[in-house]
């Protein structure tokens, strides 16, 4: 296990809501990354924290919004939901920003929007 | 530019043998070369990476080659395993540049 922790592991929500994704990263990593892992897909980057601020971003629209607390962990936002928003969000967290830093990833959250 | 091309789909391979999946990249500033494996249910996990100052780079029964010239590298498995069976991703990301670009995945199952 890699000590990412995402909840919840799976959610229903219906199109024009809003859902908050959950993720603790392992204990000392100050960095957690975001991806969308669509069915048969890889990760497409969504956007990065790093000491709480944004660090960058990947083509995602305004509605996707992030924060990061002191303690590092990090939610993911995602305002009025589309059906193509459907799929597995995965948190990474690392040590630092660089590529060579390893991202551990926790298992995901399935999203499912109706 | 920044597509990552990763074939095949699925594999099958007898328990034993040699998997290679393959990958090819057009961007040539991507300097930073990464193999990750997912069980289902799981998050991706870092396998092996390789940067373009070497062609080869082996851990275990995993070996990357790369060939900078024709902008590919690929992930050879020998005496593949069942517990192998899983979807492997490439990706490749440019200097400093956390943001990585990653392959549509491979279906890799090992046959007992």
């Known amino acids: 296990e890699t000590g990412v922790t995402q909840s919840p592991t799976h959610l229903i929500k219906t199109r024009g809501q809003q859902v908050t994704l959950r993720c603790s990263s392992q204990s000392g990593h100050n960095t957690v990354s975001w991806y969308q892992q669509a069915l048969g897909q890889g990760p497409q980057f969504i956007f990065q924290y790093y000491r709480e601020e944004e660090n960058g971003r990947g083509n995602f629209p305004p509605r996707f919004s992030g924060l990061q607390f002191p303690n590092y962990s990090s939610e993911l936002n995602v305002n009025a939901l589309e059906l193509d928003d459907s799929a597995l969000y995965l948190c990474?967290?690392?040590?630092?920003?660089?590529?060579?830093?390893?991202?551990?990833f926790g298992a995901g959250t399935r999203l499912s929007v109706l | 530019q920044q597509q990552v091309k990763q074939s095949p789909q699925s594999l099958i391979v007898q328990k034993g043998g040699i998997s290679i999946i393959n990958c090819a990249y057009e961007?040539?500033?991507?300097?930073?070369f990464p193999w990750y494996q997912q069980f289902p249910g799981k998050g991706p996990a870092l396998l092996i990476a390789?940067?373009?100052d070497v062609s080869e780079k082996k851990e275990g029964r995993f070996t990357i080659s790369f060939n900078k010239s024709a902008k590919q590298f690929s992930l050879h498995i020998m005496d593949s395993q069942p517990g192998d069976s899983a979807t492997y991703f490439c990706?490749?990301?440019?200097?400093?540049?956390?943001?990585?670009?990653w392959g549509a995945g491979t279906k890799l199952i090992i046959k007992p």
């Open positions: 961007n040539t500033a991507f300097d930073y």
């Open positions: 390789i940067r373009p």
């Open positions: 990706a490749a990301s440019r200097g400093s540049n956390y943001q990585l670009i």
């Open positions: 990474a967290s690392s040590l630092g920003t660089g590529n060579m830093d390893i991202q551990y």
